[in-house]
């Protein structure tokens, strides 16, 4: 399965971006997670396909949400009220398997730059 990951950019502290993560088939989860500068990477939040049940981290709930467009295999990240702190680089991952250990299938990623 291959994941391509857009809707990264450039926005000023207090903005929105959606994020978007096209799978090239279904899944049985997605996740976001990003890496900043620096930093290791850190898990966002994730969502199950077969009832669109979601998690997002604390550091981004209330901020960030995650949903899914079954007609295009297609899960988004919501971004709103963006930090500085919120800059980095945003992947999606999925598994097709409940018994997967990991995720085994990885996006290229796609920056995102939060001017203060």
């Known amino acids: 399965v291959q994941l391509q990951a857009s809707g990264g950019g450039l926005v000023q502290a207090g903005g929105s971006l959606r994020l978007s993560c096209a799978a090239s088939?279904?899944?049985?989860?997605t996740a976001w997670f990003r890496q900043a500068p620096g930093k290791e990477r850190e898990f966002v939040g994730r969502?199950?396909?077969?009832?669109?049940?979601?998690f997002v981290a604390m550091s981004v709930k209330g901020r960030f949400t995650i949903s899914r467009d079954n007609a295009k295999n297609t899960v988004y990240l919501q971004t709103n009220n963006l930090k500085p702190e919120d800059t980095a680089v945003y992947y999606c991952?999925?598994?097709?398997?409940?018994?997967?250990?990991?995720?085994?299938?990885w996006g290229q990623g796609t920056l995102v730059t939060v001017s203060s």
């Open positions: 969502i199950t396909w077969s009832d669109d049940s979601t």
């Open positions: 088939a279904s899944l049985y989860r």
């Open positions: 991952a999925g598994v097709s398997s409940p018994s997967s250990s990991w995720w085994d299938y």
